[in-house]
């Protein structure tokens, strides 16, 4: 339904990852990360442990945006 111009797709990739497993696949550390209306799914200690994970593949200074229904604890 949706198609990327030539240009920007050949700088996106495209990767699934559980992201309660200890295995994420990134080299590279982010500068934003986009994890909206997931950790809802999770519990307090789960979500932790996420967001640490999530903080371990940002830069410093980074940003991480999240959904507006997340219920961090
Ligand atoms: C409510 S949707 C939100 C989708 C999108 N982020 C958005 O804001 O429109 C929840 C998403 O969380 C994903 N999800 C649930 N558990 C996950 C996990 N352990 N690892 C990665 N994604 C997960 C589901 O596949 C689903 O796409």
Same mark, same amino acid.
């Given at each position: 339904? !949706?198609r990327?111009?030539?240009?920007?797709?050949?700088? !996106?990739?495209?990767?699934?990852?559980?992201?309660?497993? $200890? $295995?994420?696949?990134?080299?590279?550390?982010? $500068? &934003? !990360?986009?994890?909206?209306? !997931?950790?809802?799914?999770? $519990?307090?200690?789960? @979500?932790?442990?996420?967001?640490?994970?999530?903080?371990?593949?940002?830069?410093? /200074? /980074?940003?991480?945006? &999240? /959904?507006?229904?997340?219920?961090? @604890?």
């Open positions: 339904m !949706v990327v111009k030539t240009e920007l797709r050949e700088a !996106v990739e495209f990767i699934s990852v559980n992201l309660i497993k $200890d $295995d994420w696949p990134f080299r590279e550390p982010f $500068d &934003v !990360v986009f994890c909206r209306n !997931v950790m809802i799914y999770f $519990d307090a200690p789960t @979500q932790r442990k996420v967001l640490e994970r999530i903080h371990r593949v940002m830069k410093p /200074g /980074g940003l991480l945006f &999240v /959904g507006h229904a997340e219920n961090f @604890q």
